[in-house]
């Protein structure tokens, strides 16, 4: 992409109404615009980034064996009075009535959903187990929406469901769920903490909330410092081997690590002294065991072995796409602007031309993107006639891990400057030695461009 035939409206002074570095950041770098309280259009380099956050979620659900669909935003009151939850879910509900005078609502959530088209289409527990999943945007009225896309109204989410005929065969897919969601934060480039929480207007009794460490968290947290030093890393998990998830589960969940919701003091203080952590977290995603919670009073029921019918044991799997935009920056930003995980940059490398017109450097320029793109790399080349600093400037505040400055000193001795913005070193290099490191940090990342 050339920047100047790209849609990037940066603005130079610091919004006033943004109290935290990822709404504001958000802001600057043009990625989003608010369109009423908590409800935000997303701009194409924001727009860009989601992408790629939905790309990685995809990917590992379908990894996971998980089936993705699409349900609607509006959904029909009468569902939500099968399950109890219309009048219960309160004043959160965005509740609409159509020309013909019926009860809708923008959905919050899907399980009412999801559970008519279940009973609709599955009869028989040979059908089982099945998980399905989409990504769509949910409302919900919070009384204080805040903080940019971190607590929305209307928010992007992926929300999977899973469908088993035992509470066992129920509880390897919540902990089939809790290790590929520790795989999905990572390729994001996230630390996200399972944590024991509360289950809310979702109801169940297992629930785990994923945390990301922040200062400007919502939740409070309270955990054992240990578990810190765990990682997910290159290991290859059986999805289908409920002893592997397990094993995944009890590593992960073994230390102490809890929302304020469920914190217990005694436990806590049983964490030697020097372990014991009282923070703040971002809720980038909870999963929910809630057995027939839903399956009863719905009649989403299959025929047992035995030929009887039996309600199935469900859960839901929720990751907060739009939120983890926020969060991200939120982990990895500096003064100068925000710093993208690889995993997730919106643009591989931005190219500066020092000397825009100039023969040589506009040529350089043009074969460094040629190559970039022939190797499926994306590249934003600011080809603007604009001075280095705001140059510089832009690229610092969008946070595109790596930068490629072209010049005519420098193409005198054949030679770009790499700079890594996570480190701010640079490295004067020939321009195919330049791509072929960026090739290298981008291995393991995959090469496809997200629209
Ligand atoms: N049905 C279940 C799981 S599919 C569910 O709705 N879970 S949830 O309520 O925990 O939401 C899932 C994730 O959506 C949360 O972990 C959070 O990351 C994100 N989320 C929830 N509310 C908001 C909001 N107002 N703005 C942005 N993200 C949100």
């Not at 609709?120 to 527990?125: L, P, R, T």
């Not at 971190?150 to 509470?167: Q, V």
């Not at 073994?254 to 217990?264: F, G, Q, V």
């Amino acid at each position: 992409m050339r920047l100047s035939r790209y849609f990037l409206p940066v603005l130079k002074e610091t919004p006033a109404e943004a109290q935290i570095a990822s709404h504001r950041l958000m802001l600057r770098a043009g990625m989003i615009k608010q369109a009423s309280a908590g409800i935000y259009s997303w701009l194409p380099l924001g727009f860009k980034v989601l992408r790629k956050l939905e790309n990685i979620v995809h990917e590992e659900q379908v990894r996971a064996g998980h089936i993705p669909m699409l349900m609607p935003t509006l959904q029909s009151a009468d569902l939500w009075r099968e399950s109890g939850r219309y009048d219960a879910y309160g004043p959160e509900m965005l509740r609409i009535r159509d020309r013909h005078e019926r009860d809708m609502l923008y959905g919050p959530t899907n399980e009412e959903l999801i559970t008519d088209i279940f009973r609709a289409h599955v009869g028989s527990y040979r059908d089982l187990p099945l998980t399905l999943y989409h990504i769509q945007w949910k409302f919900r009225d919070e009384v204080r929406p805040r903080f940019g896309v971190m607590r929305g109204r209307e928010f992007l989410m992926k929300d999977g469901y899973n469908f088993d005929l035992t509470k066992e065969d129920a509880l390897h897919s919540y902990n089939r769920h809790l290790v590929s969601y520790l795989r999905t934060y990572e390729r994001m480039g996230l630390q996200a903490i399972p944590m024991r929480a509360d289950s809310g207007p979702i109801g169940g009794d297992d629930t785990h909330e994923f945390l990301v460490l922040a200062e400007t968290g919502e939740s409070e947290v309270f955990y054992d410092s240990a578990i810190t030093d765990l990682r997910f890393g290159e290991r290859v998990i059986d999805y289908a081997d409920p002893a592997q998830c397990r094993a995944v589960l009890e590593e992960f969940t073994s230390r102490y690590a809890r929302t304020d919701e469920t914190h217990d003091e005694a436990l806590f203080n049983a964490i030697p002294e020097e372990r014991r952590r009282v923070a703040r977290g971002i809720e980038v995603g909870q999963i929910f065991y809630f057995g027939t919670k839903y399956s009863e009073p719905m009649g989403a029921t299959v025929q047992g072995p035995d030929g009887k019918p039996v309600p199935v044991h469900m859960g839901s799997h929720g990751i907060g796409v739009s939120r983890l935009v926020g969060a991200i920056i939120e982990a990895s930003h500096d003064e100068r602007g925000i710093i993208w995980p690889e995993g997730v940059t919106p643009f591989h490398a931005g190219i500066v031309n020092l000397k825009q017109g100039d023969d040589e450097a506009d040529a350089a320029c043009e074969a460094l993107y040629a190559s970039m793109t022939a190797l499926g790399l994306e590249p934003l080349y600011d080809d603007r006639d604009e001075r280095a600093g705001g140059k510089f400037a832009t690229m610092d505040l969008i946070g595109l891990p790596w930068r490629i400055t072209v010049g005519p000193r420098g193409l005198k001795n054949g030679v770009v400057e790499l700079t890594s913005r996570r480190t701010g070193e640079s490295e004067e290099l020939p321009p195919e030695q330049a791509i072929e490191r960026l090739a290298l940090a981008y291995a393991g990342h995959g090469l496809k461009p997200a629209l």
